[in-house]
Structure formats: structure tokens, C-alpha cells
Antibody, heavy 117, light 107 residues
């Protein structure tokens, strides 16, 4: 079955760029059936949808984050990635990658990112 | 952007009880609504999609309903493993948006 695994640094300095990668196994990011999404959860708070990418490269982002977010896909590596620029304390969160089809049915385990100098 | 208002934010209940959680959209989203269960430190788990379709392999005590702007998640006869936080998500139009969550606690 399809599995997703997030990777990236656990600590990012304020004003720098957060970069995370989601590796997909057991399936392909080039499948036209699914979108590939990033979602985050600040400590003790609810889920926040960040954005998604389709295999064609078409993206959609959260209105509150779209000036700072880029989601990209690398079909040769079967991965998709998140870049969030100019981070602040408010970007400290557990970041999930997920597959979106009929519901968001497959999730990575999540990776914790702390913004700290 | 579509706003999702979920209620209640928390509830205390007992094993065997029936629980209903509601989600209201700021505009019609047809049936583009899914429900998730999340336990502390874990990824959310898809329970219901298309407002009322139970995800494969899940127990039938979970059910969803509604269309347009008003939706419900019902858990019939709550089990110990059901104590968790539940979220709705609209996927009618991007940007997608979650409800604020409902924490179901043991009374």
C-alpha cells in the first residue's frame, strides 16, 4: 500500500526557509488520480491546510500562506516538497504530507519543525 | 475562502453513548466533506468522505450525513478507542479548509 514519509530539518532559524520533502512509496506521484498535499498542526492546535500539487505541477495554496509557500514535485524521485520562506515562531508545527483522492486517505507520520535561533 | 465551523469544540461522554458532531460551511459545498479522527501525536485518519461514505475497513458505528452547508458525524455506541479529536475538511474549492476540531473526552 502507499506510504508517505516526511523528511527535513527539525529546527529552522527565524527569517530562513523551511524545506521539507515527502517520499512516496508503493505508489506514484505521477498518478492522475490524486493530489499531493501539505498540512500542518501547531502545538496544541488544530489542523491547517497548506496546499496541494497535481502531477502536472498545478498548485493551490492557503490564502494566508501563499506569499511564502512553494510546493513542487519531482517525479524522477517520486517525491514532492514544501518550501516556506521567512519563517517565524508561528510556523512551528507538526508538518504532514498527505494524498488527496476521495478524502485525504494516506498521511505521513508527520515531522516536527521548530523555528528557533 | 470557505470557512468551516465545527461544534461542539469538546464534549465529555461515556462508553456506549451516541455522539453527534456538526460542521457548517460558510457556503454550499455539495457533499465535498470528509471527517478525520486524530489521536495525540498521530496523523489524522480518514473516517468518512463525500459526506457519507465510510472509509473501507472502518466500523459501521461511524456515519456521516448532510449536504450543502450542514453536515454531521455520528458515532453510535462510543468505544474506548474512539476518544480522540475529530475534524471535518471541505474539498469543494481550494483553498481547502478544516473545522476547528472536536475533542471527545471520557466523562
Amino acid at each position: 500500500q502507499v506510504q508517505l514519509q516526511e523528511s527535513g530539518p527539525g529546527v529552522v532559524k527565524p527569517s530562513e526557509t523551511l524545506s521539507l520533502t515527502c517520499s512516496v512509496s508503493g505508489g506514484s506521484v505521477s498518478s492522475g488520480t490524486y493530489y499531493w498535499s501539505w498540512i500542518r498542526q501547531p502545538p496544541g492546535k488544530g489542523l491547517e491546510w497548506i496546499g496541494y500539487i497535481y502531477y502536472t505541477g498545478r498548485t493551490t495554496y492557503s490564502s494566508s500562506l501563499k506569499s511564502r509557500v512553494i510546493i513542487s514535485v519531482d517525479m524522477s524521485k517520486n517525491q514532492f516538497s514544501l518550501k516556506l520562506t521567512s519563517v517565524t515562531d508561528a510556523d512551528t508545527a507538526l508538518y504532514f504530507c498527505a494524498r488527496v483522492g476521495r478524502g485525504t486517505d494516506v498521511w505521513g507520520q508527520g515531522t516536527a519543525v521548530t523555528v528557533s535561533s | 475562502d470557505i470557512q468551516m465551523t465545527q461544534s461542539p469544540s469538546s464534549l465529555s461522554t461515556s462508553v456506549g453513548d451516541r455522539v453527534t458532531i456538526t460542521c457548517r460551511a460558510s457556503q454550499s459545498i455539495a457533499t465535498y466533506l470528509s471527517w478525520y479522527q486524530q489521536k495525540p501525536g498521530k496523523a489524522p485518519k480518514l473516517l468518512i468522505y463525500d459526506a457519507s461514505t465510510l472509509q473501507s475497513g472502518l466500523p459501521s458505528r461511524f456515519s456521516g450525513g448532510g449536504s450543502g452547508t450542514d453536515f454531521t458525524l455520528t458515532i453510535r455506541s462510543l468505544q474506548p478507542e474512539d476518544f480522540a479529536t475529530y475534524y471535518c475538511l471541505q474539498s469543494f474549492s481550494a483553498p481547502y479548509s478544516f473545522g476547528q476540531g472536536t475533542k471527545v473526552e471520557i466523562k
